[in-house]
């Protein structure tokens, strides 16, 4: 069992940036992705990186502008996030997976923390 508790949303103008933080307990051997869910709208994949940290995946409407990776000494994945865009809004979700075949997909994970609400102003 892991506990995933995600940190660093808050308010911010367009063109800012914002740095979410992921702690997770106990050991770190997970693929780490993150994924949001605006209001109205179905919860959708945004990144995530293999075990080592070597490989990373994005969605295409973030690519160039956020960058995940990860501390496994501190057990903690991190999602810079530049030049946000109020289409950026969300809650931001960490999830962690033993296996993760497809990292785009939700049920590619078994765990997953609260959420941390990113608020992206024009």
């Known amino acids: 069992q892991v506990q995933l508790v995600e940190s660093g949303g808050g308010l911010v103008q367009a063109g800012g940036s914002l740095r979410l933080s992921c702690a997770a307990s106990?050991?770190?051997?997970?693929?780490m992705g993150w994924f949001r869910q605006a209001p109205g709208k179905e919860r959708e994949f945004v990144a995530a990186?293999?075990?080592?940290?070597?490989?990373?995946y994005y969605a295409d409407s973030v690519k160039g502008r956020f960058a995940i990776s990860r501390d496994n000494d501190k057990n903690t994945v991190y999602l810079q996030m530049n030049s946000l865009k109020p289409e950026d809004t969300a809650v931001y979700y960490c999830?962690?997976?033993?296996?993760?075949?497809?990292?785009?997909?939700?049920?590619?994970?078994?765990?997953w923390g609260q959420g941390t609400q990113v608020t992206v102003s024009s």
């Open positions: 999830a962690a997976g033993t296996i993760v075949p497809s990292p785009g997909l939700e049920r590619s994970y078994e765990y």
């Open positions: 106990g050991r770190s051997s997970y693929r």
């Open positions: 990186i293999s075990k080592g940290g070597a490989t990373t």
